[in-house]
T-cell receptor, first 112, second 109 residues
Framework: EAQVTQNPRYLITVTGKKLTVTCSQNMNHEYMSWYRQDPGLGLRQIYYSMNVEVTDKGDVPEGYKVSRKEKRNFPLILESPSPNQTSLYFC???????????FGPGTRLTVL | TQLLEQSPQFLSIQEGENLTVYCNSSSVFSSLQWYRQEPGEGPVLLVTVVTGGEVKKLKRLTFQFGDARKDSSLHITAAQPGDTGLYLCAGAGPNQFYFGTGTSLTVIP
């Protein structure tokens, strides 16, 4: 089954404790991205990757890191989480930029 | 900076009514997508419009892309409770996607 998976689905952590949210897709897509969704703001792109070893900042990259060592995986890293990073996070993949995006189920993160 | 503004933000209507959701921007996009998101899930693509002035129909849903490729609308005819959800427009730039603020639709039986 073609899908995008994210883990964990729910996470409660404390300020400053490094965490990683994993994302994996099995559709051989080149383009992957991370979004955060906040009430009234829609989805905002954090980082995106056009292909392996190619990553670029989106609209809200501060406080986040990503890596793309393999085509299928695109982890999101929060080195020192802060309460303003409490949000719903989505990973997405697509054949290329501009094509249909397939979204993961989301990760709800709470930073205390 | 929000590149895409959607209106209305919230919409509650009776089953059988018609409605239109607007997605407006001052930027030109190579294509525009409409997604629908249900609680606890990620957005799912409804349609992609590419050509200025293009109209696409998906059963009771009609999507239109503005002539200048800056704005779009989604019209639902005879809304049903199953149409309830969050509707998001997304503009495709050279490498990025820009999502609208979203329209939360509730259709009351």
């Amino acid at each position: 089954e073609a899908q995008v998976t994210q883990n964990p689905r729910y996470l409660i952590t404390v300020t400053g404790k490094k965490l990683t949210v994993t994302c994996s897709q099995n559709m051989n897509h080149e383009y992957m991205s991370w979004y955060r969704q906040d009430p009234g703001l829609g989805l905002r792109q954090i980082y995106y990757s056009m292909n392996v070893e190619v990553t670029d900042k989106g609209d809200v990259p501060e406080g986040y890191k990503v890596s793309r060592k393999e085509k299928r995986n695109f982890p999101l890293i929060l080195e020192s989480p802060s309460p303003n990073q409490t949000s719903l996070y989505f990973c997405a993949s697509s054949f290329s930029s501009g094509h249909e995006q397939f979204f993961g189920p989301g990760t709800r993160l709470t930073v205390l | 900076t929000q590149l895409l503004e959607q209106s209305p933000q919230f919409l509650s209507i009776q089953e059988g009514e018609n409605l239109t959701v607007y997605c407006n921007s001052s930027s030109v996009f190579s294509s525009l997508q409409w997604y629908r998101q249900e609680p606890g899930e990620g957005p799912v693509l409804l349609v992609t419009v590419v050509t200025g002035g293009e109209v696409k129909k998906l059963k009771r849903l009609t999507f239109q892309f503005g002539d200048a490729r800056k704005d779009s609308s989604l019209h639902i005819t005879a809304a049903q409770p199953g149409d309830t959800g969050l509707y998001l427009c997304a503009g495709a730039g050279p490498n990025q996607f820009y999502f609208g603020t979203g329209t939360s639709l509730t259709v009351i039986p």
